[in-house]
């Protein structure tokens, strides 16, 4: 593994994470939701450095860091072109395109749902990805721009990585989605799984990062089978 991760809250619900490629020490923040958090942590790290900002959608608690952080630490900003109208940035990838991260290829994947814009990063030889608000520990993001199709294919081009691919995702809204979860499946693993999660919570533990496997065997988002089906979820999910 190439890849050092460091994760810390931000916000009130958001997660800074901070990628360290250990051979070349080559450090990247994805998104910025705090600038003074981001900062900090890069101190506590002894990481020394902050090379690039890699976006993953134009929202402003991921990218309302963006200046503060080009200006101390004159790094590369990567992203969508979404980003544009929100934030400053310095280079447009979209699917397709890789990002070196020192020694380390990130590929870039379009994941349309939450935005439309919204694009993930992906270390295929580390198993580790960067995915913003496509998906979460047993949850989605909302389609505040796209559609349930367009969401339901971007989280069937995730689900298709391979299971061990640990997933860094951007908020802690586990504790939510488990309950949301334990309403449509009464399977005992189900319940088991949910009670290990708000176990985690109520010690003040992270439930980031989770992996494709877990996901697929509990997340109702990606065990709905069909676009209609998820849009059905998705739905139920918004007033539950």
Same mark, same amino acid.
């Given at each position: 593994?190439?890849?050092?991760?460091?994760?810390?809250?931000?916000?009130?619900?958001?997660?800074?994470?901070?990628?360290?490629?250990?051979?070349? *020490?080559?450090?990247?923040?994805?998104?910025?939701?705090?600038?003074?958090?981001?900062? $900090?942590?890069? &101190?506590?790290?002894?990481?020394?450095?902050?090379?690039?900002?890699?976006?993953?959608?134009?929202h402003?608690?991921?990218?309302? *860091?963006?200046?503060?952080?080009?200006?101390?630490?004159?790094? &590369?900003?990567? @992203?969508?072109? &979404?980003?544009?109208?929100? +934030?400053?940035?310095?280079?447009?990838?979209?699917?397709?395109?890789i990002?070196?991260?020192?020694?380390?290829?990130l590929?870039?994947?379009?994941?349309? *749902?939450?935005?439309? *814009?919204?694009?993930?990063?992906?270390?295929?030889?580390?198993?580790?990805?960067?995915?913003?608000?496509?998906?979460?520990?047993?949850?989605?993001?909302?389609?505040?721009? @796209?559609?349930?199709?367009?969401?339901?294919?971007s989280?069937?081009?995730?689900a +298709?990585?391979?299971? &061990?691919?640990?997933?860094?995702?951007?908020?802690?809204?586990?504790? $939510?989605?488990?309950?949301?979860?334990?309403?449509?499946?009464?399977?005992?693993?189900? $319940?088991?799984?949910a009670?290990?999660?708000?176990?985690?919570?109520?010690?003040?533990?992270?439930?980031?990062?989770?992996?494709?496997g877990?996901?697929?065997?509990?997340?109702?988002?990606?065990?709905?089978?069909?676009?209609?089906?998820?849009?059905?979820?998705?739905?139920?999910?918004?007033?539950?």
């Amino acid at each position: 593994m190439t890849l050092e991760v460091r994760l810390f809250p931000c916000l009130t619900d958001n997660y800074g994470i901070l990628v360290r490629d250990r051979n070349t *020490g080559v450090v990247a923040t994805v998104d910025t939701p705090d600038a003074d958090s981001i900062l $900090a942590d890069l &101190e506590r790290s002894g990481w020394g450095r902050l090379d690039l900002i890699l976006n993953t959608h134009w929202h402003p608690d991921h990218t309302q *860091g963006n200046a503060r952080l080009k200006a101390m630490t004159d790094c &590369e900003i990567v @992203g969508p072109d &979404e980003v544009r109208k929100a +934030a400053p940035i310095d280079r447009i990838v979209a699917g397709g395109d890789i990002v070196m991260l020192g020694g380390t290829a990130l590929e870039v994947t379009d994941a349309p *749902g939450h935005t439309l *814009g919204h694009i993930v990063y992906r270390s295929p030889g580390d198993a580790q990805a960067f995915v913003g608000d496509v998906l979460f520990t047993l949850g989605c993001g909302r389609l505040f721009e @796209g559609t349930p199709a367009q969401m339901w294919n971007s989280l069937s081009i995730l689900a +298709a990585w391979p299971d &061990e691919t640990v997933v860094w995702c951007a908020h802690e809204y586990t504790a $939510a989605n488990a309950r949301f979860a334990l309403s449509l499946d009464d399977r005992p693993e189900m $319940a088991a799984r949910a009670a290990v999660i708000l176990a985690m919570r109520e010690r003040g533990h992270p439930t980031v990062p989770t992996t494709i496997g877990a996901e697929k065997a509990f997340n109702p988002f990606l065990r709905a089978g069909d676009a209609e089906a998820f849009a059905a979820v998705r739905a139920a999910k918004d007033v539950f």
